[in-house]
């Protein structure tokens, strides 16, 4: 289309979806003083998985303006994760890191903590347009575009505008639109969870700290206390694995709590928030993370796996990313997207695909649980599992990979 003849709404960014990466990205385009809007499917609040978060995307948080507003939800404090494996533990602190950042965070219902972040944004200024569907989209050589959106009556309208941020998280909307998705090269796995309503749940940090059971080499499951007295716990594996009891959800859900030692007392006879539901085949990726007039942010790039908690935290650092090179480009400036935004990105997403691989071999387990345990090492290690992955200092960020393998094999 290269007509400037525009009928619709005119607006400097439109941001598609109002999660986490989205509200992050707006508040810091509104800052600057643009005019921005979010399109966002859905009405808000609304269910999503991803309840941990870690240290790094307070900052995020801050930069845009929006924690104070969370820090009125009352949510549980992170201080740590600990993980369990045949009755053994190993904790990690997040005051005991090597890199200097934030020491704690919090564990989150997600339909709270992303209403907070929308209805903040919308606070200062940016309309979020729910129930509304971003349904196609028309680039002009000049990178602005017209997007159709389409109401929950059907009815549709355009909105005109000088640059696009599709945070739109398993939507996918630029990657499906523009035939930008990638298939993932981790093997397919699937999750099986509920909330919980916790009141077998251990006095102090040991019932509030999120805690992640090893089951099998590649079965896990989490435990995320949140501060209203429910917990979520959900299994991950393989969808073979994670399908093998017969029945319904619920009592499918029943034989994974009683087969596993640390679930079955502490959650016997607890009452459930929802059935038990099951999401398979979440990994993702694409073939760019940005072109002329869009950037792609958050859960619409890339997901790796959610054993590590940085979902909302590359949404987070994304979302501020591309927000903070979007005003540049706004104002005039050349931006090298390529260098400032994917390979950024990419780094901070290979720190924890190097994790998240060495997970599933059963190598970083083995660095965890070894009882010739360096505290030095152990503070790097941590500072990854707080988020701090851009941290050139810190030399298992800096040689993630070979670090992992090489640490492995001497402590094997
Ligand atoms: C099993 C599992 C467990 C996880 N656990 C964790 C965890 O503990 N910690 C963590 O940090 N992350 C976790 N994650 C990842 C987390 O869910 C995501 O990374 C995070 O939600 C990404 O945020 P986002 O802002 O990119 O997208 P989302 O939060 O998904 O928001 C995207 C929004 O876009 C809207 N949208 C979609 N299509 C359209 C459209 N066409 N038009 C308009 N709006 C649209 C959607 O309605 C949605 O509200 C987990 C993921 C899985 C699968």
Redo the contacts with the bound molecule.
């Keep these: 289309m290269n007509t400037t003849q525009l009928t619709g709404e005119h607006r400097d960014v439109l941001v598609?979806?109002?999660?986490?990466?989205?509200t992050v990205a707006a508040s810091i385009l509104k800052n600057a003083g643009y005019n921005v809007k979010i399109?966002?499917?859905?009405l808000f609040p609304?269910f999503?998985?991803?309840?941990?978060?870690?240290p790094r995307c307070m900052d995020n948080l801050e930069y845009a303006g929006l924690l104070k507003a969370v820090e009125q939800g009352g949510f549980q404090q992170k201080f740590g994760a600990k993980f369990v494996k045949n009755g053994e533990t190993c904790d990690f602190d997040f005051s005991e890191q090597y890199t200097k950042g934030w020491n704690w965070t919090w564990q989150v219902p997600?339909a709270q903590f992303?209403h907070l972040l929308a209805k903040e944004t919308e606070k200062k200024g940016v309309p979020v347009a729910y129930e509304?569907?971003?349904?196609g989209v028309d680039f002009r050589n000049d990178g602005s575009s017209t997007t159709t959106v389409r109401k929950k009556d059907g009815t549709e309208y355009t909105i005109n505008a000088r640059f696009m941020i599709d945070?739109?998280?398993?939507?996918r909307?630029l990657p499906r639109l523009l035939d930008l998705d990638k298939p993932s090269n981790f093997p397919v796995r699937a999750?099986f969870?509920c909330h919980l309503q916790d009141n077998q749940r251990p006095q102090g940090i040991d019932g509030n700290r999120i805690t992640i059971v090893i089951y099998s080499q590649d079965v896990w499951i989490?435990i995320?206390p949140f501060s209203s007295g429910i917990t979520s716990v959900?299994v991950?594996g393989a969808p073979e694995t994670i399908n093998r009891f017969e029945g319904s959800p619920e009592e499918q859900y029943q034989q994974w709590l009683n087969d596993v030692p640390e679930l079955k007392d502490r959650f016997a006879g607890s009452e459930r928030q929802f059935e038990p539901r099951k999401?398979t085949g979440?990994s993702a990726s694409v073939k760019q993370l940005w072109g002329r007039g869009f950037v792609l942010?958050?859960?619409?790039t890339e997901?790796l796996d959610?054993v590590f908690?940085?979902?909302?935290?590359?949404?987070t650092e994304s979302?501020a990313v591309a927000a903070r090179l979007a005003v540049r480009q706004l104002g005039g400036e050349t931006v090298d997207w390529e260098k400032e935004y994917a390979d950024y990105m990419k780094h901070g997403v290979d720190v924890f695909r190097t994790f998240v691989t060495t997970w599933y071999d059963g190598s970083l387990p083995r660095i965890f649980f070894s009882k010739e345990s360096n505290p030095d090492i152990k503070r790097q290690m941590c500072s990854v599992l707080a988020g701090y992955v851009w941290d050139m200092n810190n030399p298992i960020v800096r040689k993630h990979e070979r670090a992992v393998k090489a640490l492995a094999q001497i402590l094997s």
């Design positions: 598609i979806g109002a999660g986490p990466s989205g399109v966002e499917k859905q609304r999503v998985i991803g309840e941990s978060l870690l997600r992303d509304e569907e971003v349904v945070a739109s998280g398993y939507g909307v999750s969870f989490w995320i959900g991950v999401i979440y942010t958050g859960n619409s997901f959610p908690s940085s979902g909302v935290t590359l949404a979302g």
